[in-house]
């Protein structure tokens, strides 16, 4: 496939165009975070999560200070999914030690009270801080916006947390399907919204985070999952044809072919319980893959770091790969660790 003038500067954006790039293009999911002495110190500033997420200045010195240090070949915009259900009028607070919390979904009356249509100015200071972003990324390095998967967020706006099954949404999804189906349009189409808004700032590409599809049986995974998240790819796709989507659609196994086949994402991030070689054999050979290091083994280092790299990049030879995590990055993971895991990637430099 031939490499526009706008990815040509970009390794990662090279690989999703079709290319297989040397050295392999990296970035880690939540590469900005508490791991980073830097980004606790930022975290003093604002008065809460969603605060630092709505502060475009601190948004962008987060989102900036792992490229200072570890010079990834993409940035991530530095937000959270919830952000999408607060701009649907719903209540979203991150307690400290307790993860997010929702007024919970738990029928007509909740729904009815959410706003018809997704409020972008409440987003605003999400697209100020991708243009605050852009304005001091190295030339070569990419943007990376994102966004939640409709039934990942319909989850937490149903349970008003995390839970470790998705127990509450998938009963809700069975009991009153026409309801759930209601509540994951609205999202889809406040997805598509959100991510033309992020794209029309800036970023170069988006990554849709279906952090838990893997919770659904396979017709409702083809249903609640892959259906929407294709309807969000193909939108994107006819308003802005050069932009590439990375889907990560976590925990769903051998389902991978048919999500790649059926989404029509361009790229397709893997967890940590995939197999590299089974990946590379079953998923269409025109999807880049993305991933699929286990965190833990990031934590570890030392010689389970270089066979696990080692193992990675010889799954992945002779198709387009980026380097990434299989699930996001641990606050305990050691400066020293991530240093080395570039340094395998990037032995000349």
């Given at each position: 496939?031939?490499?526009?003038?706008?990815?040509?500067d970009?390794?990662?954006?090279?690989?999703?165009?079709?290319e297989?790039?040397?050295?392999?293009?990296?970035?880690?999911m939540?590469?900005?975070?508490?791991?980073?002495?830097?980004?606790?110190?930022?975290r003093?500033?604002?008065?809460?999560?969603?605060?630092l997420?709505y502060t475009?200045?601190?948004?962008?010195?987060?989102?900036?200070?792992p490229?200072?240090?570890?010079?990834?070949?993409?940035?991530?915009?530095f937000?959270?999914?919830?952000?999408?259900?607060?701009?649907?009028?719903?209540?979203?607070?991150?307690e400290?030690?307790?993860?997010?919390?929702?007024?919970?979904?738990t029928?007509?009356?909740e729904?009815?009270a959410?706003?018809?249509?997704?409020?972008?100015?409440r987003?605003e200071?999400?697209?100020?801080?991708?243009?605050?972003?852009k304005?001091?990324?190295?030339?070569?390095?990419?943007?990376i916006?994102?966004?939640g998967?409709?039934?990942?967020?319909?989850?937490?706006?149903?349970?008003?947390h995390?839970?470790?099954?998705?127990a509450?949404?998938?009963?809700f999804?069975?009991?009153?399907?026409?309801?759930f189906?209601?509540?994951i349009?609205?999202?889809t189409?406040?997805?598509?919204?959100?991510?033309?808004?992020?794209?029309?700032?800036?970023?170069?590409?988006?990554?849709?985070?279906?952090?838990?599809?893997?919770?659904?049986?396979?017709?409702?995974?083809?249903?609640?999952?892959?259906?929407?998240?294709?309807?969000?790819?193909?939108?994107?796709?006819?308003?802005?044809?050069q932009?590439?989507?990375i889907?990560?659609?976590r925990?769903?196994?051998?389902?991978?072919?048919?999500y790649?086949?059926?989404?029509?994402?361009?790229?397709?991030g893997?967890d940590?319980?995939?197999n590299?070689?089974t990946a590379?054999?079953?998923?269409?050979?025109?999807?880049?893959?993305?991933?699929?290091?286990?965190?833990?083994?990031?934590?570890?280092?030392?010689?389970?770091?270089?066979?696990?790299?080692?193992?990675?990049?010889?799954?992945?030879?002779?198709?387009?790969?980026i380097f990434?995590?299989?699930?996001?990055?641990?606050?305990e993971?050691?400066?020293?660790?991530?240093?080395a895991?570039?340094?395998l990637?990037?032995?000349?430099?």
């Amino acid at each position: 496939m031939a490499v526009s003038t706008f990815a040509a500067d970009k390794p990662l954006l090279r690989v999703l165009a079709g290319e297989i790039v040397s050295p392999t293009p990296v970035w880690l999911m939540r590469q900005a975070g508490r791991y980073l002495t830097e980004y606790r110190q930022t975290r003093l500033k604002a008065r809460s999560f969603l605060d630092l997420c709505y502060t475009p200045k601190l948004a962008a010195e987060v989102t900036l200070q792992p490229i200072r240090r570890f010079h990834f070949d993409a940035a991530i915009i530095f937000s959270d999914i919830l952000v999408v259900p607060d701009a649907f009028g719903q209540k979203v607070e991150f307690e400290s030690g307790q993860g997010p919390q929702l007024a919970p979904i738990t029928g007509a009356k909740e729904f009815g009270a959410l706003r018809e249509a997704i409020d972008l100015d409440r987003l605003e200071p999400v697209s100020e801080a991708i243009r605050l972003v852009k304005a001091e990324l190295p030339p070569k390095t990419a943007l990376i916006g994102f966004c939640g998967a409709p039934f990942t967020v319909a989850s937490y706006m149903i349970a008003g947390h995390g839970t470790p099954d998705q127990a509450p949404a998938r009963l809700f999804a069975y009991r009153d399907p026409a309801l759930f189906n209601a509540l994951i349009e609205r999202l889809t189409e406040g997805s598509i919204a959100y991510l033309s808004r992020q794209i029309a700032a800036g970023v170069d590409c988006v990554q849709i985070f279906d952090s838990w599809a893997g919770a659904l049986a396979p017709a409702e995974l083809a249903r609640w999952s892959i259906a929407p998240v294709k309807r969000i790819v193909s939108a994107l796709r006819a308003r802005y044809p050069q932009t590439k989507i990375i889907a990560f659609p976590r925990g769903i196994g051998l389902s991978l072919t048919d999500y790649a086949t059926a989404t029509g994402a361009d790229a397709i991030g893997l967890d940590t319980s995939v197999n590299p070689a089974t990946a590379a054999r079953l998923v269409p050979p025109g999807v880049v893959l993305q991933g699929n290091l286990d965190p833990l083994v990031l934590i570890a280092g030392g010689t389970p770091l270089t066979e696990a790299v080692r193992n990675i990049e010889t799954a992945f030879a002779g198709r387009p790969h980026i380097f990434n995590l299989g699930h996001g990055i641990l606050p305990e993971t050691p400066l020293a660790n991530v240093e080395a895991l570039l340094a395998l990637l990037r032995p000349e430099t």
